[in-house]
């Protein structure tokens, strides 16, 4: 894989825990962890003391709160490196990229195409595991201690296009995924990972035990590469549907419900949430739709107070969106339509 060369990937051993902040004495008056063997799946677990000594990047602040909470704030660039390029598709439309010949992609360099991405956000640290199940959005699913993101498997909203698998293509030793599973939206932002991001697991992982703690989902829950206890290779058959188990982790030895990456097969990242998560959350928040299915243009249907398919009818069909004919169509500012509108799709 040499010829997917990563550079500043020893950066990722010199990770440390940088500006932890807590709300006033809030962790001494919790409970946290206390309990004993007798916990299940169903009870909550305070994740706040293992989310403050996890071993975040430089580029990352964590800050405790006192609402059962935590901030987490990146520039969201990962701290690993990336690759010196990337092949970035013409039209997004065109998956599965593996098909693709060369001139279909531009091929970008990092160094002048990447962006920092601020991100800053609230996660629980009282995750509560529930029976029914929340499919993951394109977009943001997770935070990761590299301070990038963690999506999903998928580049299209029908989920049958799984960046692993269908999309791994090279030109002239150029990727459109990085050798760390990562890439960035079309537009040079938002980094994000589509399968185990090795190049923070292999600093992190210990042999023979189990995965240490990669990042948080935005349900709350922990997730971790694929060594299960013991180091054990964990794969999607052992999992439940949401590639999640409740068990002892480094960072939660009385167990806690959490969710492994796997390698063998898709779903390699993670289909859905066990725990309580807000719809809003669950779509992806402000990273939203990536390749293919065009933009999610729900929340700007709704921002405008039209329906979904007056928005997409007045925007018409192919080419560029024309915006001053579909402000005229809804009788709506064409300003208002450009500040509803959703990011450029990767
Ligand atoms: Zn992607
Ligand atoms: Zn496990």
């Known amino acids: ?22 709300g006033a004495s809030h962790l001494g008056s919790q409970p946290a962890n ?31 709160n006192d ?7 990146s520039n969201g660039m990962p701290s690993h490196g990336f690759a010196e390029a990337y092949l970035i598709p013409k039209n997004v439309g065109s998956m599965p990229f593996s098909d693709n010949t060369v001139d279909e992609f531009d091929v970008e360099y ?20 529930i029976d029914a199940t929340t499919d993951t959005s394109l ?29 791994i293509v090279f030109h002239d030793h150029v990727a459109f995924v990085d050798e760390c599973n990562g890439h960035t939206l079309v537009n040079g932002t938002n980094y994000h990972y589509h399968g185990i991001p090795t190049c923070i697991t292999e600093a992190l992982d210990v042999e023979g035990e189990h995965s240490y703690m990669l990042g948080v989902l935005v349900d709350g829950f922990p997730v971790y590469a694929n060594h299960d206890t013991g180091g054990e290779i964990i794969g999607d058959d052992a999992l439940d549907e949401c590639s999640g188990h409740f068990g002892p982790t480094p960072e939660f030895p009385d167990g806690i419900y959490h969710y492994h990456l796997t390698a063998d097969d898709a779903p390699y990242m993670i289909d859905c949430y066990h725990g309580e998560v807000d719809a809003e959350t669950a779509s992806g928040g402000a990273q939203n739709p990536e390749n293919g299915g065009g933009p999610d243009l729900s929340s700007a249907a709704e921002t405008l107070g039209v329906t979904e398919a007056e928005l997409l ?12 004919a579909a402000a005229t169509a809804l009788g709506v500012s064409e300003d208002a339509i450009r500040a509803a509108m959703p990011a450029p799709p990767n």
């Open 139 to 167: 977009g943001q699913i997770g935070v990761a201690i590299s301070g990038a993101q963690i999506f999903n498997d998928y580049e299209d909203p029908g989920r049958t296009i799984a960046a692993m698998d269908d999309n």
């Open 1 to 22: 894989m040499n010829h997917r060369l990563l550079y500043g990937s020893a950066a990722v051993s010199a990770i440390t825990a940088l500006a932890v902040v807590y």
């Open 34 to 64: 206390a309990q004993t063997s007798e916990l299940t799946a169903y009870d909550s677990v305070n994740t706040a003391k293992a989310i403050a000594a996890a071993n975040w990047s430089e580029n990352v602040t964590i800050t405790i």
């Open 110 to 129: 990092s160094a002048e195409y990447f962006s920092e991405t601020p991100l800053d956000q609230d996660i629980t640290t009282l995750p509560i595991y």
């Open 313 to 324: 009818d007045a925007l018409g069909g192919g080419g560029p969106p024309d915006f001053a």
């Open 67 to 73: 609402d059962d909470t935590f901030t987490y704030q």
